[in-house]
């Protein structure tokens, strides 16, 4: 019996051993260790023997069958981990195939710019005012000292709807109706909105563009604070080494007027095709408010006085990006809009 | 203005400075230098020839063989000029040069015939065409008699000169002299100034015998003086002043004319030169026009005159529109003898609005326009009468014709040393002030802590403090004023309720695949109220410069359109814009359009693309209604919001909706009428406008949060047979309204219209979310709540369970 029990091991260890699936072992285990196995056979064929030979008898086929236990175990871990892996392998994908594209679109350029100098202020306690496109001549110009047959109406051709009212020519009537509604308290906003000149559509033309202007008025604002102020919205604007100069200028609404120059941001003031060879940009006009304006919307302009500043989003786009049209700004094309997703730093 | 730097330095010391320095100090200063010109482009080579013999080329009509002098030798040259001849004295390119238009003078064989050079008009020497003197207009110029052969001939013509040219702001009219301009220099480098001569020998007969003056509109001209030249010479100026004129932009003519000419450049006070025996009358008489009286100009333009023109007239006939243009009639010629000099006040307005009435510009309307020198008047007058003593032989009679009764008191400004300081920031001390009034040449007094000041009336723009302040500050240098921030009571920026959502709402849009788009707010007739969601008169130009942007437009929708099909021809597959824009709807009390800012989107081609998974989608009616309900999830107001049949012209009758917020109509979608997608070659392509700003200003419940609860909610599916025309958002209302208060959710899982079905009906499937927050729900609560439902259904909308 003892022969028998050990040809029975050799048999059901080259079973295990020849098992090449879970499937197969699972039958094998069946098959021998099961209720209607050869050992349980055997172990059920004891009561045959003598008396004194059933413990040891009994205790060699536990031995037995704990053996073929622990290899077929072994074995089905082997197999088990086997399959799991052909079944992954058989899930792999191509990880190169493209993703599920995320839809998105995003803002205009010149929205990005005029958001940019609009949140740049706010951090300086500014507010933004904004006011109709149609204006009444009052606000476009006279109240801006620019009255009726003044000479510098003629930098401005404008597109008139009556003889009193027009599509504004700049945002500064928002200023002037600003300062008309605060009746005389301090201001400090920032105006962006679209203007309307009569000019024809060309490279460096529109006849519809966007302005942003500022102004700040209170008691003892110094031309210093303009100074002050513009270097910080250009080296926030254009970056940290940005210098500014300013150059005498003229605008009927503010005096004195300048205009604002950058050092230039791509070659640094060395001079490029940017700066073209001056190693300036200019980006803006701004001054201290003219007394007139501030006497006629109320303010006494011996105790308050204000600085003002205006420059048109289109030009600062097209410096930073290097758009060389401004028409691509009107045309809408898609391939130049998705353009503007990505963040800057 | 172009200024030549060789003649400014006659005026005032430049201090030898590169013109390029010199312009860069000028801008700096206040007067911006637009361009640095060099007259010489550089040329070399270019010398004066001798034309000692001239034969024509035997096989070319056109071409002539000069033997020319050139100074170290004589060459040959062939020359096709028509009015090349020998004895003149000429320009000549020697090979080697290169002229101003890049073109490279070489040895060269015309015909067979040697060419050692080219024989030069003007044109070629790099002056525009309008400058060339009229005799040598179409041909080579010829030099004067005395140029000596193989001299340079840039010097002899100026072009051995740098031109600044001065980009000038409207206050700055000063600038439009040479002397304005050398005021203004000797200002910045500290240097005094030297005036013009007028000097002359004046003749014993008085100029009043001779001519009478009467104004009889002396508000529009406060001062005229007329000088008269007896025996004057009209021949061709001296070469120095002809190129000073074409220096400066002008074209020279005769010696009076460019007399004239050369003062109104020198001084900015514009001349006037009649030929006296052509006036006939021995008089002048300056008046309004009588409305439609006519005038021939000197361009030979016949001008009907309006009543508030002012001209000058023989006391017969207007001889010259004033401050303007000169009449033909009173023209000087060759033969002329005896001239009128003029030199006037017109007051500006008056020269603006003639000149505006016969789209008439010149160089003495731009001048009169901006307002002249009132000190000035006299000074030209004089100048002129000694150039045409020394330049055109003329006997200058005594004295004057005039009549002046304009105020030439100079402005005075008052002001404090602490205020300048105060507005700029600065610290600048009283002696450094007035030293910058003394380099200004300002008349000033220091007393009792105020500088009173007298601003000369060359400028016209220094009338009050802030301009003696800008005077101060750029003499100064702008580059000294300190940098500080306002000092003021520290305040929150920041944007305002609407401005914030409207941001929410543009990000939102384009989060959800759309690109924001501006388009133009001018249009055409026939697009301004195309779509619009609410029509008003239109706001239309006076005078546009196209029909296509004549009129505001009442719907972002038409443009938005044609950025989608300029984007669908140039083989985009989708396009997805959205605008934010205002729309005008006139007329209102003000008499302003009302403004109403819209936001309107438009989605045509493909939604969904990924084509390797075969999955691919065309936009539909849903992917735009769905922006719509999420945008209004986001702005809260999902629970007012619904959606009606409509139907507007250019849209798809079936698939038009109406939004409405609590009832009332805020916007539109829809798909665009097919013939209109026909017309632009589009895909189906749905629109959306909506009035933006009265969504936003729509009041908003305060956001509170619900507790989330530990209790399951139950669900049951219902499947109803329907009519097909019934609408699946009444089903939805009806059991919203029916399912009570334990009722949170209904959803739609399912709708089928076809053969299965029974023509005429339709199978809807609702999922209903059963729940309540406090406990678990029992089946009976269920069950009723359900019954409810399934009974309000049947009586309302005659909705049968599906089996
Ligand atoms: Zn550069």
């Avoid at chain 1, 600085?307 to 809408?332: C, Q, S």
């Avoid at chain 2, 072009?159 to 203004?184: C, F, K, Q, W």
């Avoid at chain 2, 025996?277 to 100009?297: F, H, N, Q, S, Y």
């Avoid at chain 2, 002129?384 to 005075?412: F, H, N, Q, R, Y």
Wanted: charged letters at 25%.
């Amino acid at each position: 019996m003892e022969a028998q029990l050990q040809q029975l091991k050799e048999e059901v260890l080259q079973k295990i051993e020849a098992s090449a699936s879970v499937k197969e072992l699972n039958d094998v285990r069946v098959a021998y260790l099961g209720k209607k196995g050869p050992i349980t056979d055997l172990l059920k064929g004891m009561g045959k023997l003598p008396a004194e030979e059933r413990p040891k008898m009994g205790a060699l086929v536990n031995v037995v069958r704990e053996e073929v236990t622990t290899v077929l175990e072994a074995r089905m871990t082997l197999l088990q981990e086997q399959a799991i892996n052909e079944q992954l392998e058989k899930e792999s994908i191509d990880v190169t195939l493209p993703g599920r594209p995320v839809k998105m679109g995003n803002h205009h350029p010149l929205t990005r710019v005029v958001e940019e100098i609009e949140d740049l202020f706010i951090g300086m306690g500014y507010e933004i005012a904004e006011g109709p496109e149609v204006e009444k001549d009052y606000y476009n110009f006279e109240a801006l000292n620019l009255p009726k047959g003044h000479p510098a109406r003629d930098m401005q051709d404008s597109f008139y709807i009556s003889e009193d009212i027009l599509l504004r020519t700049h945002t500064s009537p928002v200023q002037a109706r600003t300062m008309e509604a605060k009746e005389g308290q301090p201001i400090k906003i920032i105006c962006p909105g679209k203007v309307y000149r009569r000019d024809n559509d060309d490279a460096t033309h529109s006849h519809q563009f966007t302005q942003i202007e500022g102004l700040v008025i209170g008691e003892n604002i110094r031309m210093s604070d303009l100074k002050g102020t513009l270097s910080v919205f250009a080296k926030k604007m254009f970056g940290d080494d940005r210098e500014i100069r300013l150059r005498p200028s003229f605008f009927p609404f503010t005096e004195p007027s300048v205009e604002m120059d950058i050092s230039c941001f791509k070659c640094g003031g060395d001079g490029c095709n940017v700066c073209k060879k001056t190693g300036w940009i200019e980006i803006l006009g701004a001054g201290m408010v003219h007394p007139n304006v501030l006497e006629m919307a109320g303010y006494d302009s011996k105790k308050l006085s204000g600085f003002a500043f205006g420059m048109g989003p289109e030009r600062i786009a097209m410096l930073k990006y290097g758009v060389e049209d401004i028409r691509h700004f009107y045309t809408n094309d898609v391939r130049f809009l998705s353009q503007f997703h990505r963040t800057e730093v | 203005m172009l200024v030549s730097t060789k003649w400014l330095s006659e005026y005032v010391n430049t201090q030898g400075l590169d013109p390029k320095d010199l312009g860069e100090k000028i801008t700096r200063a206040g007067i911006e230098v637009d361009a640095v010109l060099d007259r010489s482009h550089g040329m070399t080579n270019v010398v004066v020839g001798y034309v000692k013999e001239k034969v024509k080329h035997p096989e070319a009509d056109k071409l002539n063989i000069c033997q020319v002098d050139v100074g170290e030798e004589t060459t040959q040259i062939i020359c096709g000029a028509p009015n090349v001849e020998a004895g003149q004295k000429v320009i000549v390119a020697r090979p080697g040069a290169v002229l101003p238009g890049g073109m490279k003078i070489k040895k060269a064989k015309l015909r067979g015939e040697e060419s050692n050079g080219m024989i030069c008009s003007l044109q070629e020497l790099g002056i525009e065409g309008r400058l060339v003197p009229k005799a040598y207009a179409d041909g080579i110029y010829v030099l004067p008699e005395t140029a000596v052969p193989g001299e340079s001939v840039l010097p002899l013509l100026g072009l051995d000169d740098i031109v600044l040219e001065l980009g000038l702001t409207p206050n700055r009219s000063d600038a439009l002299s040479m002397l304005g301009v050398a005021y203004e220099v000797g200002a910045i480098l500290s240097e005094d100034m030297k005036y013009p001569e007028a000097a002359y020998t004046a003749s014993n007969v008085k100029a009043t015998d001779f001519l009478k003056l009467t104004v009889e509109a002396i508000e529009e001209n406060p001062m005229y003086i007329a000088k008269v030249v007896k025996n004057v010479q009209v021949k061709e100026s001296p070469l120095w002043l002809q190129h000073r004129l074409m220096a400066a932009g002008v074209r020279p003519h005769n010696n009076v004319v460019d007399i004239t000419n050369y003062v109104l450049m020198e001084y900015g006070q514009p001349l006037h030169a009649f030929d006296y025996d052509r006036l006939e009358t021995k008089e002048i008489v300056v008046r309004l026009a009588g409305d439609g009286e006519k005038i021939v100009t000197l361009d030979d333009q016949e001008r009907t005159l309006k009543s508030n023109n002012l001209v000058i007239t023989n006391g017969n006939e207007p001889v010259a529109i004033a401050g303007v243009m000169g009449g033909a009639n009173s023209e000087v010629h060759d033969g002329t003898t005896t001239v009128v000099i003029e030199s006037a006040y017109f007051v500006s307005g008056s020269v603006r609005q003639t000149s505006k009435d016969h789209n008439l510009r010149s160089d003495a309307s731009a001048r009169f326009e901006k307002g002249v020198d009132p000190n000035r008047v006299i000074l030209a007058a004089e100048r002129a009468a000694s150039l045409l003593a020394e330049l055109a032989g003329g006997e200058v009679l005594a004295g004057s014709v005039i009549v002046d009764e304009l105020d030439k008191t100079p402005a005075e400004v008052v002001v404090s040393p602490d205020f300048i300081n105060n507005r700029l920031g600065m610290k600048i001390s009283l002696e450094d002030m007035t030293s910058i009034l003394t380099r200004l040449k300002f008349d000033y007094q220091a007393a009792n802590g105020l500088l009173y000041i007298k601003a000369p009336t060359r400028r016209q723009d220094i009338k009050i403090e802030e301009d003696i302040i800008e005077e101060i500050a750029r003499m100064y240098g702008y580059d000294e004023i300190p940098m500080t921030l306002p000092v003021e009571e520290s305040k929150p920026g920041g944007l305002t309720s609407y401005q914030a959502k409207r941001r929410q709402v543009r990000a939102y849009l384009e989060g959800a695949g759309l690109y924001q788009a501006i388009t133009y707010s001018l249009t055409s007739k026939e697009m301004s109220q195309k779509f619009a969601l609410e029509t008003a008169p239109v706001t239309e130009l006076l005078m546009p410069m196209s029909e296509e942007r004549s009129i505001l437009r009442q719907s972002l929708i038409p443009h938005l359109l044609e950025a989608v099909t300029y984007n669908t021809a140039r083989q985009a597959d989708t396009v997805a814009l959205y605008e934010v824009g205002s729309v005008f709807l006139g007329e209102t009390d003000s008499g302003l359009p009302h403004e109403q800012e819209h936001l309107a989107a438009v989605i045509s081609g493909k939604w969904l693309d990924h084509s390797w998974q075969g999955e691919k989608k065309a936009v539909d009616f849903f992917v735009l209604k769905g922006i719509v309900e999420g945008l209004m999830e986001l702005l809260g107001h999902t629970s007012e919001l619904t959606f009606e049949r409509a139907v507007v012209d250019g849209l798809h009758p079936g698939r038009t909706a109406s939004i409405k917020l609590s009832g009332e109509k805020i916007g539109l979608i829809a798909q665009l009428h097919p013939s209109e997608q026909k017309d632009r070659d589009l895909k189906e392509t749905y629109v959306l406008e909506m009035d933006l700003a009265k969504v936003l200003n729509k009041e908003v419940e305060a956001l509170y949060y619900a507790p989330v609860s530990k209790f399951p909610s139950i669900t049951r599916d219902i499947a109803l047979v329907v009519d097909s025309e019934k609408a699946t958002g009444e089903l939805q209302a009806i059991i919203q309204l029916s399912g009570g208060r334990l009722l949170k959710g209904v959803n739609l899982f399912d709708l089928y219209e076809g053969e299965k079905m029974e023509p005429g009906k339709k199978s809807v499937a609702f999922s209903l979310t059963y729940f309540d927050p406090e406990r678990t729900l029992t089946d009976e609560e269920v069950v009723n709540a359900h019954n409810k439902v399934l009974k309000a259904l049947a009586e309302q909308a005659g909705a049968e369970l599906r089996g």
